[in-house]
């Protein structure tokens, strides 16, 4: 299995940046498809971005698209998440997931086996 710890949360003005880290350890990284879901206080857990185990397929929640990249270095096992534009309603708890490749990808939270603790994102106005 596949052990995911978050870095690079921290309060932020709206129309600033950041760039949130998923290092990864264990078996294998380079073959686990890779995601970002977020939390806000009160809500349940949304998805944000998605990628492929070969970095070939991608995908963005509607609210995301055009302000946050999600990418991915094999080599240091470590998973991106570029983020630009930021909102207050982008404050969340952002947690990176891993999935085996072959066995799912997708949007939901179940389409994932492992989860980070997560970090906090703080976007004020």
């Known amino acids: 299995q596949v052990q995911l710890v978050e870095s690079g949360g921290t309060s932020v003005q709206a129309g600033g940046s950041l760039r949130l880290s998923c290092a990864a350890s264990g078996r294998t990284y380079s073959f686990y498809n890779m995601a970002w879901f977020r939390q806000a206080p009160g809500k349940e857990r949304e998805f944000v971005a998605a990628l492929l185990w070969n970095g070939h397929g991608l995908y963005y929640a509607d609210s995301v698209k055009g302000r946050f990249i999600i990418s991915r270095d094999n080599a240091n096992d470590t998973v991106y998440l570029q983020m630009i534009g930021l909102k207050p309603e982008d404050t969340a708890v952002y947690s990176c997931?891993?999935?085996?490749?072959?066995?799912?990808?997708?949007?939901?939270?179940?389409?994932?086996?492992?989860w980070g603790q997560g970090t906090q994102v703080t976007v004020s106005s």
């Open positions: 997931a891993a999935q085996p490749a072959g066995q799912g990808f997708g949007i939901r939270i179940t389409d994932y086996s492992y």
